[in-house]
């Protein structure tokens, strides 16, 4: 038998400390399947956890329709720009992972392309995993309308 349960988005922790006991109490029969898709609001959060760096390479990515350019990138912001933003991409997914706001299984949104021929520990860019691209602007048009401050509302 299958059965499915639909909670909101983020589930309270109440509410997910109780299925965790139902399953422990069914046994290793049961299996759970969680949402781990990227969503505006999930997005939103996720933004309003980083800092200002990392939602410059945001913005850029938006500009350049899911693709950030390493070298162009560094030309412009310089060349460290790029050391950070998906350090802190992971961390503020972990911490929202443990607020109950993503499965834990979320995949970050950025992905790294192959190192830059200017040198080897430098990535060539990032791209926004597919299907992100209007997730993420509108998620940016949030934050600009609410405010980094704010309570998501979306």
């Known amino acids: 038998m299958e059965i499915t349960i639909?909670?909101?988005?983020?589930?309270?922790?109440?509410?997910?400390?109780?299925?965790?006991?139902?399953?422990?109490?069914?046994?290793?029969?049961?299996t759970v399947t969680t949402d781990a898709e990227w969503?505006?609001?999930?997005?939103?959060?996720?933004?309003?956890?980083?800092?200002?760096?990392?939602?410059?390479?945001?913005?850029?990515a938006i500009e350049g329709e899911?693709?950030?350019?390493?070298?162009?990138?560094?030309?412009?912001w310089g060349e460290t720009a790029l050391r950070g933003p998906s350090q802190t991409i992971t961390k503020a997914i972990?911490?929202?992972?443990?607020?109950?706001?993503?499965?834990?299984?979320?995949?970050p949104p950025f992905k790294p392309t192959t190192p830059d021929k200017q040198g080897w520990s430098k990535t060539g860019g990032y791209y926004l995993a597919d299907g992100l691209l209007p997730v993420f602007t509108e998620?940016?048009?949030?934050?600009?309308?609410?405010?980094?401050?704010?309570?998501?509302?979306t």
């Open 39 to 60: 969503t505006v609001d999930r997005a939103v959060k996720l933004l309003r956890d980083t800092n200002a760096r990392t939602l410059v390479l945001v913005e850029a």
């Open 94 to 107: 972990r911490r929202g992972a443990e607020r109950g706001d993503w499965s834990p299984e979320i995949t």
């Open 6 to 30: 639909k909670l909101p988005d983020p589930a309270s922790p109440e509410v997910i400390a109780a299925l965790a006991d139902l399953l422990a109490r069914i046994g290793s029969d049961a």
């Open 139 to 153: 998620a940016m048009r949030v934050l600009r309308e609410q405010g980094p401050d704010k309570e998501n509302n």
């Open 66 to 76: 899911g693709w950030v350019d390493g070298p162009s990138f560094r030309a412009k």
